[in-house]
């Protein structure tokens, strides 16, 4: 049996959550799917399932190119009764933003952590920005709610990921400081910027603005390196074929000295 | 010894343990909601004195505006400090969860689910926050799942049909809210204490039960027919008894407060200026 290939895309911020006109991250998740007319399933749990935002995931995804649905775990009686069935059946789930601390919480509560590894693993893509992208990761820097913290998200990629990098930040900063404390390697990703995974490497990294980029942050010898990685812009100008990743910027686990 | 204000022993005496669960209100204009606010003033008032400090907990709802609006439009204009911790909207108003809930006279929970209630306390450790505010005699209080919550267990439909959750069980025995409301709510509640969940009470919409302290709780209702019921189980056989309820009357709206107001101000002055003898 041909298992399909298990997909992530975490977006530093950006899509219809973030870039109201700028299409170009949902576009592309929706091109991964393959499908003609892919069936999209929003969680909105982070944001404690506020309706406006339902509003805008449904506007962004509209009838004429897929086929939208949303799980409200505040609403439950409204939705669809098995949830299980419902995810696996999708081709993508897409994650919104807001406080990733609540998202864990309720998800736990209503066993949708391991559902969704079983969709991830089934070849469902999985794809989201802010707390929709820290989730994926075997950790998180969260800038929600005052101090940047430090937490475990789902565990699907076994990194450290940090989304809204910018220069400066109290959340770049902290970021530092946490690999610095022990925190595992791992991503960041600018706004406009998204880290696609493929199993539980890094696929490419693509942008909806041309300045936006990914990178990779490690620690060596007590110092924090980070490497810009090569970002492929979606936007107008030409395609420019994307160069193979770098050796150093494999994420292959080093073999065993 | 000295005795504070409220005729407490200061300190050396642990302060009362208060918890108000009612089954079900909105906070809308009509009589029986205003009856309800008027309740949870009172005992705001009763260590706040003059202007106590309440504050919602809109989590079971995920945070709704509505919610939070609705709280505000019966507050805002009354005796009080309003405020609302709202977790899913920290990253916009960040504040001191711990202080601001320990500053509290009276602590509000709404309705929305009970599971996601729970869960979402855990992840940010709000509930050991709350027993301590419980143990700090700041009153808890709260309706639908945010009355459950301070039990054992209560009838949740988190999940869509109503069945067992538990709560977080600062107080004995379990809970149904909007007991003969919703009839299958009801129906779930007697079959699971049958089955071995723990006793308790049964609360319609505009009933209430009050704890002060250790003991009994005494029964409220600020509708005419809601009821509050005791629920026991023997051997599997299943006892539901009304309780014997204060009812609460409605206060004057609003608007008729302020024409009081008004009235009372005019007859003073004049008194003073010796028109009315």
């Given amino acids: 049996m041909k298992t399909a290939a298990r997909q992530i895309v975490a977006f530093g911020g950006g899509g219809f959550s973030m870039e109201s006109g700028n299409p170009l991250l949902d576009d592309y998740v929706l091109g991964l799917t393959k499908a003609e007319r892919p069936r999209v399933c929003f969680l909105p749990s982070a944001s404690g399932d506020a309706d406006h935002y339902v ?24 939705g669809p009764a098995d949830l299980r069935r419902h995810l696996l059946s999708q081709d993508l789930i897409y994650v919104g933003g807001g406080s990733v601390v609540s998202l864990l919480g ?14 991830w693993e089934a070849g469902v893509i999985l794809c989201g920005l802010s707390a929709g992208s820290l989730c994926w990761f075997e950790e998180a820097v969260s800038g929600f709610h005052g101090e940047p913290q430090r937490l475990h998200g789902l565990g699907l990629l076994p990194f450290s990921n940090c989304v809204h990098y910018e220069r400066g ?11 610095r404390e022990g925190m595992c390697g791992g991503y960041a990703a600018e706004d406009g910027a998204a ?8 696929s490419r990294v693509v942008a909806s603005r041309p300045q936006a980029r990914g990178y990779r942050l490690d620690v060596a010898g007590g110092r924090v390196v980070e490497m810009q990685i090569a970002t492929a812009f979606l936007g107008d100008r030409p395609p420019s074929p994307v160069a193979p990743l770098p050796e150093a910027l494999s994420t292959a686990l080093a073999p065993a000295a | 010894m000295p005795v504070d204000g409220n005729g407490r022993l200061p300190s050396a005496t642990t302060p009362v343990r208060r918890v108000l669960a009612l089954g079900g209100h909105e906070f809308s204009s009509r009589p029986a909601d205003r009856a309800v606010c008027e309740l949870l003033l009172r005992l705001a008032s009763e260590h706040g004195g003059k202007r106590p400090r309440i504050c919602i907990l809109p989590t079971a709802s995920g945070d709704t505006s509505e919610q939070i609006s609705s709280f505000y439009a019966a507050f805002g204009e009354r005796p009080c400090e309003p405020s609302d911790v709202s977790l899913f909207r920290l990253g916009r108003r960040p504040l001191a969860l711990r202080d601001h809930l320990l500053a509290q006279h009276l602590i509000y929970v709404g309705g929305g689910s009970l599971v996601n209630l729970l869960a979402v306390w855990e992840a940010h450790d709000v509930a050991s926050i709350l027993s301590l505010a419980w143990r700090q005699g700041i009153v808890l209080a709260g309706q639908s799942a945010g009355a459950m919550c301070w039990f054992e267990a209560g009838i949740t439909k988190s999940s869509g049909k109503p069945r067992p959750a538990a709560g977080l069980a600062l107080l004995h025995g379990s809970l149904c809210v909007h007991y003969n409301n919703e ?10 204490v049958g089955d071995g969940m723990p006793s308790g009470y049964g609360l319609d919409d505009y009933a209430g039960l009050l704890w002060e302290g250790e003991g009994t709780p005494s029964a409220l209702t600020a509708r005419r027919g809601a009821r509050a019921y005791r629920v026991t189980s023997q051997e599997g ?4 008894s009304a309780l014997p309820a204060r009812f609460l009357p409605a206060p004057a709206p609003a608007a008729l407060r302020e024409d009081i107001a008004e009235f009372r101000r005019i007859k003073t002055m004049r ?6 003898g």
């Fill in chain 2, 183 to 192: 009839p299958e709510r009801r129906a779930a509640y007697l079959d699971a």
């Fill in chain 2, 237 to 240: 056989e299943v006892t539901e």
């Fill in chain 1, 55 to 78: 509003v805008r995931f449904y506007r962004a995804f509209a009838a004429h190119r897929c086929e939208a649905s949303h799980i409200s775990l505040f609403r439950r009686e409204q």
């Fill in chain 1, 195 to 202: 880290l696609h995974f493929t199993g539980e490497e890094l």
């Fill in chain 2, 271 to 276: 008194r003073r200026a010796g028109w009315l």
């Fill in chain 1, 106 to 119: 309720v998800w736990r509560a209503h066993g949708i952590d391991a559902i969704l590894r079983e969709a």
């Fill in chain 1, 169 to 179: 930040s109290a959340r770049c900063e902290a970021y530092r400081r946490f690999l």
